[in-house]
């Protein structure tokens, strides 16, 4: 089994920035792509950035400029840094690892953007 913990999270105001962490722990051999989504009240989870073992990556459009992903393969870890944020960014964030034919979700962390 692999858990997933999720930091950064947390009340920004439009402008901003934050820097998301997920560290995987558990049985882990081979982590292949590790991504971000998030789902804000009332709307359905969406894709926000994914980055493979390799290093490619692609973003979300309206977050293209504004939100970096990478990854430690070292450390099991991805990251998402966030600028340049806006209201509508608003959501909990969940980190997503996919290794062999599973697929493992974080708890999610919650990102507010306002003033």
């Known amino acids: 089994q692999v858990q997933l913990v999720e930091s950064g999270g947390g009340l920004v105001q439009p402008g901003g920035s934050l820097r998301l962490s997920c560290a995987a722990s558990g049985s882990i051999f081979k982590i292949n792509a590790m991504g971000w989504y998030r789902q804000a009240p009332g709307k359905q989870r969406e894709l926000v950035a994914v980055?493979?073992?390799?290093?490619?990556?692609n973003y979300e459009d309206s977050v293209k400029g504004r939100f970096t992903i990478s990854r430690d393969n070292a450390k099991n870890t991805v990251y998402l840094q966030m600028n340049s944020l806006k209201p509508e960014d608003t959501a909990v964030y969940y980190c997503?690892?996919?290794?062999?034919?599973?697929?493992?979700w974080g708890q999610g962390t919650q990102v507010t953007v306002s003033s």
């Open positions: 980055i493979s073992r390799g290093g490619s990556t």
């Open positions: 997503n690892m996919d290794q062999g034919l599973s697929t493992y």
